[in-house]
């Protein structure tokens, strides 16, 4: 660059600056359009490698500018250039202005670039501390979800205690005409059973989740399982028209299981299925051999329960998280008074403690759907995968 021309551009700085920082729509320390403007200068006539060291030390000095976001350094050299090229248009004739541009161009360019740079390892590394900071508030509060659920669940057991103790005192003191008086504790009862069942159920899942979960084991048919599950079905859901249907293996397959807390699983898979199933549909539970293979294990004899229903299914955005608890349906209308009426919502624990309990048992739990559609009804079917005793 003519020595003459970089004269005249300092002796034209405060005009340069002036301009600039009327055409910024956003605020700037006022001393740091002049200290880029005089160190860009100084880089005009020099190699890149000097002017990459020029332009990284004012960068140093210059730390708490360089937070800004990206596209406001853009905006500051953009308009600089412009208004340092709209001067030299006014100073020198239209046929060099360009020659003299040219170096003043490559240096800012070449600014523009070392900022990005840094501006940009400094992005990631802000983005990289929220998500350490997110992750650590996710934690933490998934440890008081769990720690509030465990508490809760206890703590109810309490007064819930002194509830079934003072109704079972009334009820043996009613008189036999008094009828709707019966008829107010039998109520009383039956929301007791089912706050009972609520509390067993997070109590339950606190297990499950802090890995404390245990189970007794001892020789049993899956037979027997089945049988007391639909036993235990057809008085639960009584008012309902879904038929269940069972095809059993031709042999008898037995498993080393808790007898207790398998049919709590069975019962709420099942259960699942026939609540979201409307009147006139059928759930079907059937049973298949099948051998899988493990590195640890090698060959292992299992048995797949698959219970399948004719319902309204499972939409793709609920079928990942399905297992988790408290994923329930999202739509709070549909959480009603009665646990078995049609795609009666409940707490979301039902399914999670069932893969806990399958899981506890050294099987698997996992389930398929081809979407949600209330009318078409697609339905769902449930794998239950436990291993057979040879």
């Known amino acids: 660059m003519n020595r003459t021309v970089q004269t005249w551009i300092t002796e034209q ?20 359009i002049p200290s880029l403007l005089e160190m860009l200068e100084s ?3 020099e190699n890149d490698s000097e002017q990459t060291k020029r332009i990284q030390e004012w960068m140093q000095r210059n730390k708490a500018e360089l937070n800004r ?17 709209g001067a030299l248009k006014d100073h020198l004739p ?6 003299e541009f040219a170096p003043i161009d490559k240096s800012m360019t070449l600014a523009m670039g070392q900022i990005s740079r840094i501006a940009d390892n400094r992005s990631q590394a802000d983005m990289l501390d929220q998500m350490i900071m997110l992750k650590e508030q996710i934690s933490m509060l998934e440890k008081n979800r769990k720690r509030f659920i465990h508490i809760a669940a206890h703590e109810l057991k309490t007064p819930l205690t002194l509830l079934e103790g003072y109704t079972k005192m009334i009820n043996e003191q ?19 059973e089912r706050l009972r ?18 189970i007794t084991r001892q020789p049993l048919s899956l037979d027997s399982v089945l049988t007391k599950v639909l036993r235990d079905i057809d008085r639960e859901f009584k008012s309902r028209h879904v038929e269940v249907h069972v095809v059993p293996l031709e042999h008898n397959p037995i498993i080393m299981g808790d007898p207790e807390r398998l049919v ?8 699942n299925g ?17 051998v899988k293979r493990s590195k640890s294990a090698g060959k292992r004899p299992m048995i797949d329960v698959r219970i399948s229903d004719t319902g309204v299914g499972i939409s793709n955005q609920v079928l990942p998280k399905i297992f988790e608890p408290f994923t329930g349906d999202g739509n709070i209308n549909l959480h009603s008074t009665s646990k078995t009426r049609f795609m009666g919502g409940g707490a979301g624990l039902g399914l999670p403690i069932a893969k806990g309990v399958i899981e506890a048992h050294d099987g698997n739990l996992w389930v398929e759907s081809d979407g949600y559609d209330h009318v078409a009804c697609p339905g769902s079917m449930f794998h239950v995968e436990l291993p057979i005793v040879e």
């Open 197 to 214: 069942g609520i509390i067993n159920d997070m109590i339950d899942v606190s297990l499950i989740t802090a890995g404390n979960f245990s």
């Open 264 to 271: 709590q699983a069975f019962f709420k898979l099942v259960s």
């Open 274 to 290: 026939v609540k979201y199933t409307p009147d006139g549909g059928t759930v079907t539970i059937e049973m298949f051999s099948l």
């Open 43 to 45: 880089c005009f006539n």
């Open 94 to 99: 239209a046929n060099i202005v360009l020659a």
């Open 174 to 192: 009613l008189e036999a005409e008094d009828l709707q008086l019966a008829m107010y504790v039998g109520g009383i009862d039956n929301g007791i």
């Open 69 to 85: 976001p990206i596209h406001e350094w853009s905006t500051i050299i953009t308009t600089l250039k412009l208004q340092i090229l």
């Open 13 to 32: 700085r405060q005009r340069i600056v002036s301009d600039t920082l009327r055409k910024l729509s956003f605020d700037v320390a006022p001393n740091f």
